[in-house]
């Protein structure tokens, strides 16, 4: 089946501990993207990956950190998460950037709280 | 104005009603838009991508009107099952392939 996985779904930490968030897709996209949504703020792209090892900033990046070492995986790292990391995190992938083929698909979402 | 707005509703419908919603982007260079559903706290599941003119699948149509910058999507014979939030999503002009999102249309289909 194709889709993109996210792990953990769910995580409840403190303050300064270092976490990362995998993700995983098995439809060999080459555009790979993080999103937080939040109350009121909708959903708001972090870092994105357009092919193996390039990476880029998206509208909010700071506290988060990725690397695109292998097609399929885009892990995402909070170094030292802070309270207003608490959010809903998505991450997406798609074929490529450019249409057609950018319908982004989105894997289930990982719930942060950070204490 | 956003980049991209939505009516946040809600619409409350009956079962077997038609219901509309509407979403303005600002961006008038974007060549793809497309319709996303979200349930409570899931992620979002891609309904509806538009590359020209419109697109029909089943119940649901989605037409755009790049004059007044607009895309539609029209829902016929809402069921229970429909209740959601609805979000349209248009590439950023940053050709970053960030998608900007509306805020979201919710619907609740009542019996």
């Known amino acids: 089946e194709a889709q993109v996985t996210q792990n953990p779904r769910y995580l409840i930490t403190v303050t300064g501990k270092k976490l990362t968030v995998t993700c995983s897709q098995n439809?060999?996209?080459?555009?790979m993207s993080w999103y937080r949504q939040d109350p009121g703020l909708g959903l708001r792209q972090i870092y994105y990956?357009?092919?193996?090892?390039?990476?880029d900033k998206g509208d909010v990046p700071e506290g988060y950190k990725v690397s695109r070492k292998e097609k399929r995986n885009f892990p995402l790292i909070l170094e030292s998460p802070s309270p207003n990391q608490t959010s809903l995190y998505f991450c997406a992938s798609s074929r490529r950037l450019a249409a057609p083929y950018n319908e982004q698909f989105f894997g289930p979402g990982t719930r942060l709280t950070v204490l | 104005r956003k980049e991209v707005e939505q009516d946040p509703g809600p619409f409350n419908v009956p079962e077997g009603a038609t219901v509309a919603f509407n979403c303005t982007y600002s961006?008038?260079?974007?060549?793809?838009f497309f319709w996303y559903r979200q349930d409570c706290r899931k992620e979002p599941k891609l309904l509806m991508s538009v590359y020209s003119s419109g697109n029909e699948d089943g119940r649901f149509t989605a037409q755009l009107n790049r004059a007044s910058q607009y895309i539609s999507l029209l829902i016929r014979d809402s069921k229970l099952s429909d209740s959601a939030t609805y979000l349209c999503a248009v590439p950023g002009s940053s050709n970053t392939g960030k998608l900007i999102f509306g805020q979201g249309t919710t619907l609740q289909v009542k019996p």
């Open positions: 990956s357009m092919n193996v090892e390039v990476t």
């Open positions: 961006n008038s260079a974007s060549q793809s």
């Open positions: 439809m060999n996209h080459e555009y």
